[in-house]
């Protein structure tokens, strides 16, 4: 049983709290937010402790494992302070929004074998893990192309925009991290971006963009094409194409349940795609709950670690770099 602390209580950490409770292998035995009031909701009648701080947690002989689902601004410190304490962490993503802030942490915690694991969660969906695998299996040939399409039902609030340091930043990191997934060790060198507020214009006065499309080189010369909207008024938009010399898969999108409906009037008639990405990615988060929980105990877990995280970061840094200049530029580490 691994006794688990959560940071953060908002959406995606009540979340987190829900499935640490609901997995045999583990306990929630603490928890911090700057709003008691979040905490108290959480909580409810549970045994569970409110952290009055953070170093409360991170002092705590009782907490194994640590959860962080705070605003990203407090990312690196706690991953920093998880560390030092020995406590093993799965901290949300991005690390950071500034890339020379996720170096000084990566160099803060360097030498370190506690084990710290970045929240991109899409790794662990069954379909994309698949595709993976199947990839890697050379089941396909030679991987050529690989197409990545992510859109959202619709885009969220001023308020978080202005916080989220860019769509690019914000949504399509997800994207770089499971493109790079998939290619394994051969990393994406270049990119190519465009993006605008196509689908709501006033996005511009908030210097934010709504569609993208991002085009990739690899060392070897595969091709990557990503492709984002923040507004896909069917549903979550999550694919996953690979193009090989000896076939093609994909990774489709899902639905409530797999009935199809047939008439006169239409056919291949199905429920809508989730509209929500706690329930789109349900099943990868509860995949990468146990995946922790396996490096935690001592096993080996094929999960995304702090280098991921700066890597992916660093292809988000060399699309707005590209956005500006209009060229394709090298991706810099």
């Known amino acids: 049983m691994v006794n688990i602390a959560l940071i953060g209580c908002g959406r995606i950490g009540r979340m987190h709290a829900e499935l640490v409770q609901a997995n045999p292998r583990s306990r929630l035995v603490s928890v911090h937010d700057v709003n008691p009031d979040a905490v108290a909701a959480l909580i409810g ?29 407090t990312h690196a410190d706690y991953i920093e302070a998880s560390v030092a304490a020995g406590k093993p962490v799965l901290c949300e993503k991005p690390i950071d929004l500034d890339i020379a802030r996720v170096k000084a942490c990566q160099a803060a915690i360097a030498g370190s074998d506690v084990p710290v694991q970045i929240g991109f969660n899409r790794r662990f969906d069954p379909g994309h893990r698949a595709l993976r695998d199947a990839v890697s299996a050379g089941e396909i040939g030679k991987l050529v192309q690989l197409i990545v399409t992510s859109r959202d039902p619709s885009p969220p609030g001023r308020d978080y925009l202005t916080g989220a340091g860019g769509m690019i930043r914000d949504m399509t990191i997800h994207d770089f991290d499971l493109a790079r997934f998939i290619l394994g060790d051969d ?12 689908i709501d214009p006033g996005m511009a006065d908030i210097d934010e963009i709504d569609c993208a499309m991002i085009v990739m080189r690899t060392a070897a010369g595969r091709q990557i094409c990503i492709n984002n909207a923040r507004q896909a008024p069917y549903g979550y938009d999550q694919r996953l194409e690979a193009v090989g010399s000896d076939g093609m898969l994909q990774s489709t999108n899902r639905t409530p349940h797999g009935l199809k409906r047939f008439g006169a009037a239409a056919t291949e008639v199905q429920q809508p795609y989730h509209t929500f990405f706690i329930e789109r990615y349900r099943d990868a988060f509860v995949a990468q709950l146990s995946g922790f929980l396996d490096k935690v105990s001592g096993q080996d877990a094929d999960i995304p670690v702090f280098d991921d995280g700066l890597k992916a970061l660093a292809l988000a840094e060399a699309a707005y770099r590209a956005l500006s200049s209009g060229k394709a530029e090298r991706v810099e580490i």
């Open 45 to 73: 009648d549970a045994p569970v402790r409110a952290a009055a701080s953070p170093e409360e947690i991170f002092a705590d002989p009782d907490v194994d494992a640590i959860i962080v689902a705070s605003v990203t601004s």
């Open 187 to 198: 990393e994406p060198v270049e990119l190519w971006a465009t993006g605008a507020p196509l």
